[in-house]
């Protein structure tokens, strides 16, 4: 399988996916290429198959990828972010994946030339290796950080358990939309629905039937 023929089957499946949709309308799902552990010369094949979302989770690999490759290109940040680094990347992206801290905001309040695209990440399975906050802790973050106008909360971000069976990942990405929908309806400072950036190789498909809006794809773009 070339790169071009893995994008074409993410394409497909993503598809299949939609039609299946826990959401009355079906939303549009955003692709996005997690290129972190390849190559400039890969992720520049995705880019010439068409995808125009990329994901980097280390400020080096951020800069090197937007060096080389062309400049039409979104970026986002996924993985935790350390205070002393968001000068390094905030004003390099379009959208953060890992927003879990008030610290974190308060830098990024100080540093961002623009508003920054922000999905704050959630601990849904409750698993202690996992960052993001507890669902019952969202409401309140988000009212914190509601004054911080470099912060622009665009929606909610999860990662199913390891090893967990495919109603455990389900159930995961369940109680996130069901969280989004609650604040949405809740929280009159929320001027649009809270997104769901949700599902990577092994489970987008499951995401997109729950309602994923972004999908954050690594290995499936670069398997032989
Ligand atoms: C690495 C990573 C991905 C992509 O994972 P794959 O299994 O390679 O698809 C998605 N989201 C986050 C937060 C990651 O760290």
Redesign the pocket.
């Known amino acids: 399988m070339t790169i071009n023929d893995n994008v074409l089957v993410i394409q497909k499946r993503m598809k299949e996916a939609q039609t299946q949709s826990a959401r009355h309308s079906q939303p549009n799902v955003t692709l996005i290429c997690?290129s972190?552990?390849h190559s400039v010369d890969e992720a520049k094949e995705v880019y010439d198959s068409g995808v125009r979302h990329f994901?980097e989770?280390r400020p080096e690999g951020l800069i090197e990828k937007q060096q080389y490759l062309p400049d039409d290109i979104v970026w986002h940040y996924?993985?935790s972010l350390q205070t002393r680094k968001v000068k390094q990347v905030i004003n390099r992206i379009d959208y953060l994946?890992?927003l879990d801290r008030l610290k974190l905001a308060k830098e990024i309040q100080k540093r961002a030339i623009h508003p920054i695209n922000c999905f704050i990440q959630v601990n849904v399975s409750g698993e202690l290796s996992k960052h993001g906050l507890h669902p019952d802790d969202v409401k309140n973050f988000i009212q914190e950080i509601n004054a911080l106008d470099k912060i622009n909360v665009v929606g909610l971000?999860t990662?199913a358990p390891k090893m967990a069976n495919e109603n455990e990942i389900r159930q995961t990405f369940v109680e996130l939309r069901q969280l989004s929908e609650t604040l949405t309806a809740e929280m009159c400072q929320l001027n649009r629905p809270l997104q769901l950036s949700m599902g990577?190789?092994?489970d987008?498909d499951i995401a997109i039937e729950e309602g994923a809006n972004f999908v954050?794809?690594?290995?499936?773009f670069f398997k032989g």
């Open positions: 997690v972190k552990y994901a989770n996924i993985g994946h890992s971000m990662m990577m190789s092994n987008y954050r794809i690594g290995q499936a």
